[in-house]
Each structure stands twice: as C-alpha cells, then as structure tokens.
C-alpha cells in the first residue's frame, strides 16, 4: 500500500528566506516520489521527481527535494523564496512493488504563502 | 503551457443538462487520467485510460461517463449532475503507465458547477 502525508495545510514565509515544504510517505517497497505546484484556477505543474540516484533532485524554478531513505521523506526547498511561489503543493508517490497500483497517491496538499 | 489542453475552462450547468468535457494532449502520450478537485478534499482519481482502454474506475456515480475515442482525445460526459459535483476536473496524460519512470502533465482544468 501506498500513502503520502504533507503535514502542513501552510507555510507561511517572507520573500527572500528559505522556504520547506514537507512530505512524508509510506511503501512497502521503493518509492517514486513526485512534486507538483498548482497557481490559482490552474492544473497542476510538474516540479521534480525522484526515482532511483541522488537524494537531492533538482527540479523547476529553482526548487529541490531531498529524499531521506531513514525517514521516509521527501521534502521540498528552495533556498530563498519568491512572492510568485506562493500556490498550493503537491507530493505524490508510487510503491514500486509490482501487483500495486501504479497510479501514485497524491497528498493533500500544502499551500505556500510567501509574504513580501 | 503543458501540452495538454482542457476545453471548456468554466462550466455552469443545471442539474437536469447533459455536458462534455474536453480534453486534447498533443505530446503522444498512451495514457490519460480524469481527477477531481474539491475544495479541501484530496484530489481524487475517476478514470485512467490506457491505450484507449478503461483500466481504472474508482467507483465513479454512472452521471460521470468518460469516452476515449483515440490516445489524443478524452471526454467526460456529465448528466443530471448534483450540487456536490461542482469542483474543477482535471485531465492528465503521461507517457506510460504514470509512476514508472515517468510523470503526468496536466490540463488547466474545467471549473464546473451544478445549480
């Protein structure tokens, strides 16, 4: 079974900061983990992924993510935050062990307000 | 702009009309997905289409009748509608099976509402 958890409905952040928004998950085996930002009245925008290899992917508009193994994480960063970043975050993951879905699960989502 | 375009943006329909969305990926991709996006709910996955074929339906009200004409095309056929089933309906294709190495893209959505 596959589950995602964003444990915060807001972020809340002054422009040129650090910003982080977190992402926890659970697989029984190895997980693909997504990121996407969705801006008001819009789909969703396709960020980063992780699929196997570093635990630091690069991804969109200067954000990254890391993946931590031990605490099944994949939180979302970027080193100094933009007015125009503020939109709601999705993680997403897939469990790779065949006979599961392969549609991954999406979080609930996690709006970011970043102030100027 | 995703490659995947939704067609219309905004919808009002009663609850006794019958209504298509549109949706049209031009990236040649083989499979599409219809979502749900409620107000502080979860997005929720309807249908999936693989290679034109239905292989997901996640217990969808029959008022919600997908079509997927070819691996370009897929439309939601919506009928006597409830209130509750305003919400903005998203559609997303990816290249494969989404998840196995690789992502979806998504269409700008349909803001729907049912009076």
């Known amino acids: 079974a596959q589950s995602v958890a964003q444990p915060e409905d807001q972020v809340n952040v002054a422009e040129g900061n650090p910003l982080t928004v977190k992402c926890t998950y659970s697989?029984?085996?190895?997980?693909?983990l997504f990121w996407y930002v969705q801006y008001p009245n819009r789909g969703l925008q396709f960020l980063l992924k992780?699929?196997?290899?570093?635990?630091l992917v690069k991804g969109s508009y200067g954000f990254e993510a890391e993946f931590n193994k031990s605490q099944t994480s994949f939180h979302l960063k970027k080193p100094s935050a933009l007015v125009s970043d503020s939109a709601l975050y999705f993680c997403?993951?897939?469990?790779?062990?065949?006979?599961?879905?392969?549609?991954?699960?999406f979080g609930r989502g996690t709006s970011l307000i970043v102030h100027p | 702009e995703t490659g995947v375009t939704q067609t219309p943006r905004h919808l009002v329909m009663g609850m006794t009309n019958k209504k298509s969305l549109k949706c049209e990926q031009h990236?040649?991709?083989?499979?599409m997905y219809w979502y749900k996006q409620s107000a502080k709910k979860p997005l929720e996955l309807m249908f999936v289409?693989?290679?034109?074929?239905?292989?997901e339906n996640n217990s969808v009200p029959s008022r919600f009748s997908p079509e997927c004409p070819n691996s370009s095309h897929l439309f939601l056929h919506l009928h006597t509608l409830q209130p509750e089933d305003s919400a903005l309906y998203l559609c997303?294709?990816?290249?494969?099976?989404?998840?196995?190495?690789?992502?979806?893209?998504f269409g700008q959505g349909t803001r729907l509402t049912v009076v």
């Open positions: 289409y693989s290679l034109e074929e239905r292989v």
């Open positions: 697989v029984s085996g190895n997980p693909y």
């Open positions: 992780y699929i196997t290899g570093d635990n």
């Open positions: 990236l040649g991709h083989n499979a």
């Open positions: 997303a294709s990816s290249q494969d099976r989404w998840g196995e190495n690789t992502e979806a893209f």
């Open positions: 997403a993951v897939r469990d790779d062990l065949s006979g599961g879905s392969y549609i991954p699960t």
